[in-house]
């Protein structure tokens, strides 16, 4: 490694923490709920269709990497709020699934309204090149720290 090899690695060390400082995800604050609450809401309506609206804690823990202790307890925190129901699988009585309600439907149709209006002013400040060539740039590095992570499970295209 030469002398701007390790420049460069400082400019970029340097660049993702300035940007992790940024706090990006929560510039549209939703202040009345936590960012780990946000992601089981999309979670679940991510993970759900027309014919299966809900999903397991499993399935959720699985989709988020957390344990189902974790999710359990977020569960617990959403329903309290109204934002999710509890219901028992009709195919396995001692299965629990978890929809959102109307209220949580809502709640997490704002958050992603207001996600996605953030990043097309992204788009407008980079313009259409320089927003795709950063897509591409971020998945390449996410795929990068990734690999290190975790060399036995590499996969082609993984998040482009």
Known sequence: MNLNDHETAEKLMKSFLRFSKTNWQHQQTFFRY????????????????????????????????????????LINELEGK?????QVDPADRRAVRIRLTEQGEAVQQEAEDAFLSSFQGLVAYLGEKESLQLSKLMSKATRYFHEQKNPSQVSEGEGE
Request: glycine residues 4%; proline residues 9%.
């Open 82 to 86: 109204g934002l999710v129901e509890r």
């Open 34 to 73: 936590k960012p780990s609450e946000m992601r089981v809401l999309f979670c679940i309506k991510r993970g759900s269709s027309l014919d299966k609206p809900e999903m397991k804690v499993s399935e959720i823990s699985k989709h988020l990497q957390v344990t189902p202790p974790t999710v359990t307890q």
